[in-house]
């Protein structure tokens, strides 16, 4: 019996986390969200953490451009909390599987990144997910395991695929970046393989470190938008295509954030299916569903761009 504690469990990957290490046999799971655990309580935490063998952080604090201007409160919950989790995973002897973000790399080439790439963020979120990778590196050299995702999405929070669905059901016309390129990988599929990994990290089979867990295949958040379309049986050709200079945000994003699958597949771990394949899996999903009919019954009128 391998006994799990997920933090952020109330979050859309938390949730996805839950429910597949949940149906799994041999698993117990404490399912910490907010409300149960807030992560910036160190006591709070090494009292959470004792009687685990594994813990999945998902907490995070997630909101990019409002780091910008918070970059202290967002250190708080994806650095300093982190350290928090390795002394105590460290004190406990549980193995931690950290979620982190694509953001911590510049992102400026045209390769895929790889696990060892030197980390330079672009933007303060990055920064604040930096320094819990560095904890987790530091404290954890043996039984800690940072694992960097991308362009994420899924039922059960804000995400760009939901926007989308909701933007198609009150104007004709959307424009959507093209000039920036990932990943977009669903929340289900990525916690399917963070339940893979934490089993063979737990088993002694997995080495500790960095490993990139998204989706296969590229596009562009124009390519996305115009894919999220189709699959709701909308017309793509309502998606424009336009430059990030027309929507200047707070955040820099990285132009390039695709990563490399390398260690995940030398690993021996499942790797996760196209982007693409992951799409059409998830707008069959009740939340995702309920939307698409949304979009395609209401008349969309008005030409905006957004």
């Not at 698993?27 to 959470?48: P, Y």
Request: hydrophobic share 45%.
């Amino acid at each position: 019996m391998t006994r799990w504690l997920v933090t952020g469990a109330g979050g859309m990957l938390g949730r996805d986390v839950v429910e597949v290490l949940r149906s799994r046999p041999g698993t117990v799971v404490t399912a910490a969200g907010r409300e149960e655990l807030d992560i910036t309580d160190a006591g709070a935490v090494a009292r959470a953490v004792r009687g685990h063998d594994v813990v999945v952080n998902a907490a995070a604090w997630t909101d990019v451009d409002g780091a910008e201007a918070a970059e202290e409160q967002a250190t708080a919950v994806n650095g300093h909390a982190v350290r928090y989790l390795t002394a105590a995973c460290a004190h406990h002897r549980a193995r931690l599987v950290h979620v982190s973000t694509d953001y911590v790399l510049t992102g400026d080439g045209g390769a895929p990144l790889d696990e060892a790439a030197p980390a330079a963020p672009v933007n303060a979120y990055g920064r604040s997910k930096l320094a819990g990778e560095r904890a987790v590196l530091a404290l954890l050299p043996h039984t800690g395991h940072v694992v960097r995702t991308a362009w994420l999405y899924g039922e059960h929070g804000p995400n760009f695929v939901a926007t989308m669905l909701k933007l198609a059901a009150s104007r004709r016309d959307v424009e959507v970046v093209a000039d920036q390129q990932g990943q977009p990988t669903w929340s289900a599929a990525l916690a399917e393989g963070l339940a893979d990994l934490g089993s063979a990290a737990h088993s002694g089979r997995l080495a500790p470190g960095i490993y990139h867990g998204v989706a296969g295949g590229t596009t562009t958040w124009y390519g996305l938008a115009r894919a999220v379309y189709e699959e709701a049986g909308l017309d793509p050709a309502r998606v424009r295509a336009t430059t990030s200079d027309r929507f200047p945000r707070p955040a820099r994003r990285p132009a390039y954030g695709v990563l490399s699958r390398r260690r995940w597949a030398d690993a021996g771990l499942p790797l996760m299916g196209d982007w693409r394949a992951q799409l059409r899996a998830a707008m069959r999903r009740p939340a995702f569903v309920k939307l698409a009919e949304a979009a395609v019954a209401t008349p969309a009128v008005e030409d905006q761009s957004a």
